[in-house]
């Protein structure tokens, strides 16, 4: 089923399909995907937690580099946090909230999801 367009109150945007849902499981690997920021082509990723998906900017709140330590990898060993595999910032999966390190409060960029029909879309903000 096609995705349904989305009322920005401006104008009407058909959200970006991101992946189907199934490819993005409960505290396992994140899926990468890119997003148009700010007029260039940024790094993002989404994960699950708690049984919703969240999804983020894939640029530390320290340094602007990515997270993972390996492809996709985004949670601490614990299955509890994103860290960044840089210095270890930690940052709450459900916010993208720093919860300790070099990030200092500065946490990650939310980017808006929603999961309808097996997939997982982006919401375009205009
Ligand atoms: S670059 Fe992420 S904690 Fe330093």
């Known amino acids: ?66 997270l993972d330590w390996q492809p996709g990898e985004f949670f601490d060993s614990s299955r509890l946090y994103l860290v960044c595999a840089t210095h270890g910032a930690l940052y709450d999966p459900t916010s993208g909230a720093c919860l300790g390190g070099r990030c200092e409060g500065r946490g990650l960029v939310v980017l808006p999801v929603e999961e309808r029909d097996g997939h997982l879309f982006l919401i375009k903000e205009n």
């Open 1 to 66: 089923m096609p995705p349904r367009l989305k009322n920005t109150g401006t104008r009407l945007t058909p959200p970006d399909p991101i992946c189907a849902s199934a490819m993005v499981r409960e505290g396992a690997t994140g899926f990468r995907f890119e997003v148009d920021w700010h007029g260039t082509r940024a790094a993002a990723f989404v994960i699950r937690h708690l049984g919703r998906a969240h999804a983020y900017l894939n640029r530390c709140g320290h340094i602007p580099v990515e």
